[in-house]
């Protein structure tokens, strides 16, 4: 198309002691790259982090006091910048020559790496710039301050606050009225209305298949469902998908599973939901035809963020199970009734249910890992040491995360916490260790991380043994 507009839309690198690759599948600037095409733009995806690299970095002075702890053979060994260097990157925009370029912004902690990538863009070039995200969305002024460069934020849904940003930003004869989305039906969209997230694919097409694989199998993220309506104290996600709960047609995810199948060679399958399971009816339908499809064999599926135990019963564990769920993740937070009471978990069936459905699971053949929240406010060290155990007495992978805080959650707004720790977004991260309690001090936290990370190696060593 002669005059058409283009989008960069970039991944940016990050700096931290690790990373996990199955969290990095650029899904929400794939969503973006759709409502883009949607309105005529062309549109290149700029995924810094994939293939992932990493260069050995010094320790920041602010973490300096885990330095001691860097020869511990259970703690990490190194920090890293992973991704490309800004060089590659401008080099790559000015190759590229783009009308628009948009940061994903979703984790506070990594906000150094867009504050700097924004900078050093806008040194080198005029062009409109947006960010968009989970941190984004949270906290858009704080943004807008930190980072003047930027010259606008996307809160929420990129299906919603993007088409408002362009049609007042860009000039309307660049407009299409109608493409075609990347679906075997050939729906059309019309981009004078509003877009519908359940009724548009994210823009596979543009990434790369052989970057995304675990093992030797090529992986895809997927969103099944959006929005939640619990209250969980430490959560931030309905300040980005709001409290409605829905889900998505079961053929429209059922088609889209099959294009990357055929056309990206994926054989896992990711869902990036936060509640998965909550339409029980829903979800036994989805499983039921995932199951009943001829072509999707030999798949595998996982939900690293979204299944609750209080959703699942021995038919719904079944059910996942013949359509291709091998491993079960399930957030357990902390093994204290009360704790989770007052952190508003939803559990409905009461704290003894959670432990039917780790026995129910380990009959069906499942690999269970338990995320378990260590330091919360109130949470003691006894405490955490007899769930970890009551776990690994039933042979389940514990796998802790220090508590940090969510910007925009209620703890977040409640909790009393230092000026210091506050207003340092580099120390919203797990790996930093940096909110103390009366209860847990920092030694505290490092001695409990090493001693599980310790047991959890010597769980895994036995179970390969046997």
């Known amino acids: 198309m002669i005059g058409q507009k283009r989008a960069l839309l970039i991944q940016p690198p990050l700096e931290d002691f690790y990373t996990t690759p199955i969290r990095l599948y650029p899904l ?9 095409q949607i309105y005529g733009w062309e549109v290149k995806i ?15 002075e602010k973490f300096a006091y885990l330095q001691p702890y860097l020869n511990h053979p259970y703690f990490f060994k190194n920090y890293y910048r992973f991704g490309l260097n800004k060089e590659k990157i401008i080099s790559i925009v000015k190759e590229y020559s783009p009308d628009l370029i948009g940061l994903s912004c979703s984790f506070a902690a990594y906000y150094k790496s867009v504050d700097e990538l924004a900078n050093e863009i806008k040194k080198n070039f005029s062009t409109c710039l947006i960010v968009g995200g989970n941190q984004a969305s949270c906290l858009p002024e704080e943004i807008k301050k930190r980072t003047p460069t930027i010259d606008a934020i996307i809160v929420g849904p990129a299906e919603i606050s993007l088409p408002l940003f362009l049609r007042n930003n860009f000039p309307q004869d660049g407009l299409k009225k109608t493409v075609q989305s990347h679906r075997p039906d050939e729906i059309l969209l019309e981009a004078s209305e509003s877009i519908d997230w359940k009724k548009i694919w994210p823009a596979h097409e543009l990434v790369k298949p052989h970057l995304y694989r675990i093992g030797q199998r090529n992986y ?17 996600v309905h300040l980005v998908f709001g409290r409605q709960f829905e889900c998505r047609p079961i053929e429209s995810l059922l088609q889209e599973m099959k294009y990357l199948y055929r056309h990206h060679q994926v054989r896992i399958f990711n869902f990036e939901d936060d509640n998965l399971s909550l339409n029980r009816e829903w979800f036994k339908e989805f499983l ?32 996942m199970k013949t359509a291709g769920f091998r491993q079960l993740d399930l957030p ?14 939803p559990e409905r069936k009461g704290g003894e249910y959670f432990w039917e459905i780790i026995r129910l699971a380990k009959k069906l053949g499942y690999f269970i890992t338990v995320y378990l929240i260590i330091g ?21 992978l514990v796998s802790p995360s220090i508590f940090y805080l969510a910007p925009g959650s209620e703890i977040d707004q409640t909790l009393t916490i230092s000026e210091e720790v506050k207003n340092d977004w580099d120390k919203y991260r797990s790996t930093a260790f940096a909110l103390e309690t009366e ?28």
Not at 28 to 36: E, F, I, N, P, Q
Not at 334 to 345: H, M, P, V
């Open 220 to 236: 895809a993220s997927l969103q099944a469902s959006r929005g939640c309506p619990f209250q969980c104290t430490f959560c931030n």
């Open 46 to 60: 700029l995924d810094s982090l994939s293939p992932l690299r990493k260069k050995r970095i010094s320790l920041p």
């Open 376 to 396: 919360l406010p109130g949470q003691t060290k006894a405490e955490i040491i007899e769930t970890a155990s009551r776990l690994w007495q039933e042979k389940i």
């Open 332 to 345: 357990l937070v902390s093994g204290q009734e009360e704790l989770r009471r007052k952190l508003k978990r």
């Open 28 to 36: 929400g600037l794939l969503y973006t790259a759709r409502v883009l």
């Open 439 to 466: 209860e847990l001090s920092r030694d505290d936290l490092i001695s409990l991380f090493l001693y599980l990370r310790q047991k959890n190696l010597e769980f895994h060593l036995l179970k390969k043994r046997n």
């Open 288 to 319: 039921k035809t995932v199951k009943k499809d001829s072509e999707l064999k030999e798949i595998e599926l996982l939900a690293m963020n979204g299944l609750s135990y209080d959703t699942l019963d021995e038919e719904l564990l079944s059910l």
